[in-house]
């Protein structure tokens, strides 16, 4: 069955198709408007990421990355979480009216600004060679190496010693090209080093206005490392990495299900949650030394359920409706969504961003 696969956020007044081909190499990508938002959406019948073989989700998550760079030269686009699938447009329209003052503030703090990415390497093997030389190091290899072959605590004991060399030299690397990187941007994020032949990686939020200036700090670092380090820019991007919507879609039953567990009805707030869970939490806890299993079993059932619902009524997505009471007409029939706007893991883009870290330059 056919579902819509999101890929961002923008602001938009009316449907469109857009010249880009889908995440999963069919398209168009078009946009489906939805109270003065809209989405950037294509029609998609291929597996969940979760079930795709490796050098399949590597082909998707670099599509998914492509369709939102091409409308990032259009639009101020929010990216939505590698793998978002809806079930229907209703549903995308559902989306973006229930949680538009979300979603606009969202747009608005990103509004004129892209993330450039820094990745920095080193030649760990001349840098090894380097540490090898460093008095602490060349006295305990000596000191290890009397009478014979090291021991193995003693060859643990030598690793050691060499990683925290190295993690120190890093340290040093990173706090100066930092320094010199920071006054350029509005926000910095360190991303995972995958590699010991990471100095740095650090995705930068930059206004477009200063695009040239960042760049400008880059090439000073270059020319202030010489052959020492190698530098990788990555962008202008989308701030996958500052703000990435991720979209939970709660089913009127889940919701039905948590308000039984926790005894509540009508339209309810972040407080009415919080009174209810301390008061039902606090009975199964009194009931634990009787009936241990029954009560933690309970336990967990009010957690989930009061999370659940915290969800929806949290200060952003508003209060939970009442059964029947949502004049808008979505709440039956297209559920409730949740939606977070969160830094993004690293390690989901990282390899499709940087590729092999081999080679040279810029």
């Given at each position: 069955m056919a579902r819509i696969y999101l890929y961002g956020i923008i602001e938009g007044t009316e449907d469109a198709d857009l010249d880009i081909s889908g995440v999963d190499g069919a398209g168009p990508v078009r946009i489906v408007v939805g109270d003065g938002l809209g989405g950037v959406v294509s029609d998609y019948t291929g597996k969940p990421v979760s079930e795709m073989p490796k050098e399949e989700l590597v082909r998707c998550l670099l599509r998914h990355q492509e369709a939102i760079e091409r409308v990032m030269q259009r639009y101020t686009v929010l990216p939505v979480k590698f793998g978002t699938l809806l079930g229907s447009v209703d549903e995308v329209r559902a989306?973006?009216?229930?949680?538009?003052?979300?979603?606009?503030?969202?747009?608005?703090?990103?509004?004129?600004?892209?993330?450039?990415?820094?990745?920095?390497?080193?030649?760990?093997?001349?840098?090894?060679?380097?540490?090898?030389?460093?008095?602490?190091?060349?006295?305990?290899?000596?000191?290890?190496?009397?009478?014979?072959?090291?021991?193995?605590a003693q060859q643990i004991q030598l690793g050691q010693m060499v990683k925290a060399s190295m993690d120190r030299r890093r340290s040093v690397y990173r706090d100066r090209m930092v320094a010199l990187l920071v006054p350029a941007a509005v926000q910095m994020l360190d991303n995972a080093l995958i590699s010991d032949q990471l100095v740095m990686n650090v995705a930068f939020l930059v206004w477009r206005a200063r695009e040239r200036e960042f760049d400008a700090a880059v090439q000073r670092l270059d020319g202030l490392f010489g052959n020492e380090i190698t530098f990788r820019m990555v962008g202008p991007m989308p701030p996958y990495s500052f703000s990435t919507v991720e979209v939970t879609r709660l089913t009127p039953e889940q919701i039905t299900n948590a308000r039984q567990a926790l005894g509540l009805e009508g339209t309810i707030s972040v407080e009415a949650v919080r009174r209810a869970y301390r008061s039902l939490a606090a009975e199964a806890q009194r009931d634990l030394a009787t009936d241990s299993a029954f009560a933690q079993d309970t336990l967990v059932r009010l957690r989930q359920a009061s999370e659940l619902l915290l969800q929806c009524c949290s200060p952003h997505n508003g209060s939970v409706p009442g059964n029947g009471s949502d004049t808008s007409g979505r709440w039956e029939g297209d559920g409730l969504f949740v939606v977070a706007v969160k830094r993004s893991d690293s390690r989901e883009i990282e390899p499709a961003r940087f590729g092999g870290l081999g080679g040279h330059g810029q």
């Open positions: 989306l973006l009216t229930q949680r538009r003052l979300q979603l606009e503030d969202a747009l608005a703090s990103i509004r004129g600004m892209v993330e450039i990415d820094v990745a920095a390497t080193w030649d760990t093997a001349r840098v090894l060679q380097e540490i090898g030389r460093e008095e602490e190091v060349s006295r305990a290899r000596k000191d290890f190496s009397r009478g014979g072959s090291p021991t193995k």
